[in-house]
Nanobody, 122 residues
Framework: EAQLVESGGGLVQAGGSLTLSCVAS????????IGWFRQVAGKEREGVSC????????DYADAVKGRFTISRSNAMNTAYLQINSLKPEDTAIYYC???????????????WGQGTQVTVSS
């Protein structure tokens, strides 16, 4: 069974940093692009960043460019999202997802994690 498990969220002051992790199992991680998304209650989920499987192409939402860095370790079956200079508006549940779609950014994702809460205090 394919599974993604996020961790690393928490409560942090504005200006601080966090590293979110996403551990994959049950599928060939190397073959999948990874995406990070976030959602605030009552609002639509938004894409934050994605990283291709082979060419290591990356894409970032304008709101996070220069502050967020996506990466992956295929040896560890793990994806990461380094978040710096956190702002209160970054408060959300963060989800990772994986896609085997050849298009980039992936138009759809096959597997999703359960999310990890990030709360930024002002």
């Amino acid at each position: 069974e394919a599974q993604l498990v996020e961790s690393g969220g928490g409560l942090v002051q504005a200006g601080g940093s966090l590293t979110l992790s996403c551990v994959a199992s049950g599928f060939t991680f190397d073959d999948y692009a990874i995406g990070w998304f976030r959602q605030v209650a009552g609002k639509e989920r938004e894409g934050v960043s994605c990283l291709s499987a082979i060419d290591r192409d990356t894409d970032y939402a304008d709101a996070v460019k220069g502050r967020f860095t996506i990466s992956r370790s295929n040896a560890m079956n793990t994806a990461y999202l380094q978040i710096n200079s956190l702002k209160p508006e970054d408060t959300a549940i963060y989800y990772c997802a994986s896609s085997r779609n050849l298009g980039f950014p992936p138009p759809s994702y096959a597997y999703w994690g359960q999310g990890t809460q990030v709360t930024v205090s002002s």
